[in-house]
């Protein structure tokens, strides 16, 4: 019996290498695209066979997606400050490449992308209990969540019902052991630069790294089609309940310490203009885009998800955090 063949992006990272080995467990042969040799042997320690490859490369993504049943594109530049250009290269001219690739192998009858919830979030305002009806926005100093958008976008208007269907699951802030954001935010804590935004009682929605992977593999079998769909572990928190329980797995307590969005705000504005201005290395202290992802409340509703998708969370947080503390 031949099993059927999956091709997963992003496959070295924190999502992508979890989203493997639930491919494997569940009877998919899987391919994974990998930049480089240190690359191709985490994937192969997850269980799949790598491919040398990259985005940038269309010849090297068709020969990947040669013979796939399906698709998982997960890899995207995910970070909260950089040039427009280098966000489009990747997140949007990437995935261009990638469904041409995939839509000319013949083969590929479903796409499914890991997307981002924060493609809706536009001004500073609370959105609660988002549904999938909710337009994409962007603004030009999110560059993560805009290139995202138009990723998205190209993705679901590649669907052709039948042949080549196409997918996009959007999760919120995704968490679980191994996160790579974690180790950055306890080192703000000890090197004294953590303020909590406003009161820390924004209400904000979560996907543990399994919950989002479990999506993924549904929407390989399940889902109309040209949709997104929301995805969560089901319930929500707020921003210091979430952050507070993340610092305790690393034993430690962030500060007291906290600062007005407004405040905020405009320290970010004067941090953007001295980088971009001055050429300054690293990224700055605190970007307009973080403070978009967690200075006002949002939240999402995935009962989309579930009716169509069938998805119900399998981790709870009291799971995830046991397990990040072992």
Known sequence: MTLPTCLV??????????????????????????????????VLKHGAHPVRGSLDDEASLTAAAHGCDAVIHVAALFKLWGTREEFERANVQGTANLLRAAEASGSVKRFVQVGAAAVVMGDMEPMLKVTE?????????????????????????????????????RPPMIWGAGMPTLDHMVANVLAGQFRWVGDGTQAMSTAHVDNVCHAATLALKK????????????????????????????SVVPPDASVPLPVAWFMATQMEWMWRVFGRKGEP??????????????????????????????????????????
């Open 133 to 169: 009806s909710q337009p994409q926005q962007e603004r030009t100093w999110a560059p993560y969540s805009a290139s995202k958008a138009r990723s998205e976008a190209l993705v679901l208007g590649a669907n052709r019902p039948g042949v080549f269907e196409t997918v996009v699951i």
């Open 9 to 42: 992006t992003g496959g070295s990272g924190f999502v992508g290498g979890k989203l493997i080995e639930r491919l494997s467990a569940r009877g998919w042969h899987v391919r994974a695209l990998a930049r480089s040799e240190e690359a191709s042997a985490i």
């Open 223 to 250: 889902g109309r089609g040209g949709q997104a769909y929301f995805v969560s572990d089901g319930y929500d928190s707020t921003l210091k309940q979430v952050l507070s329980g993340l610092f305790q797995t690393q």
């Open 285 to 326: 202290p605190i970007t307009r885009q973080m403070l978009r992802l967690i200075g006002k409340p949002f939240t999402v509703d995935i009962s989309k998800a579930q009716r169509e998708l069938g998805y119900t969370p399998e981790t709870s947080w009291e799971q995830g955090i046991k397990a990040m503390k072992r």
